[in-house]
């Protein structure tokens, strides 16, 4: 694979630069992406299509994108993750376990090592 770069002169403007291919790449817009379960929505530039619009902020009517999750309804960044006991399922196991569990461990060893 081989790549050519083009050395541009100082005085190259960016409207003399063709950056893209014209025609083969999809409208790139501002898009509104709404939260379904939290009351929030983000106005950012994508290429989705969408057939709905909405009025932002601003007042101009956007395209909206509706989402199922985003960082405000995500456990993760709500803080209502949910963590796992370790402690607790240790202890359990051990009043489950804890005389048997500790002997069969020994008398393995005991054996391997014969």
């Known amino acids: 694979m081989r790549f050519e770069f083009q050395l ?3 005085s190259t403007t960016i409207n003399e630069i063709q950056v893209m291919k014209p025609d ?8 509104v992406f709404k939260d379904k379960t939290a009351d929030f929505a983000i ?3 994508s290429s989705i299509k969408t057939s709905e619009t909405i009025k932002w902020e601003d007042g101009k009517e956007y395209p909206v994108y509706y989402v199922d999750i985003s960082s405000a ?3 993760f960044y709500t803080g209502k993750q ?3 006991d370790t402690m607790g399922r240790v202890e359990k196991f051990r ?8 002997s069969t461990q020994k008398k393995t060893k005991k054996q391997a090592k014969k």
């Open 8 to 10: 541009l002169a100082a």
């Open 73 to 75: 309804s995500h456990p």
């Open 43 to 45: 106005l950012t530039r």
């Open 82 to 84: 949910q963590f796992v």
């Open 24 to 31: 083969i790449h999809p409208e790139y817009r501002e898009v």
């Open 95 to 102: 009043q489950k376990f804890g005389g048997q569990y500790q």
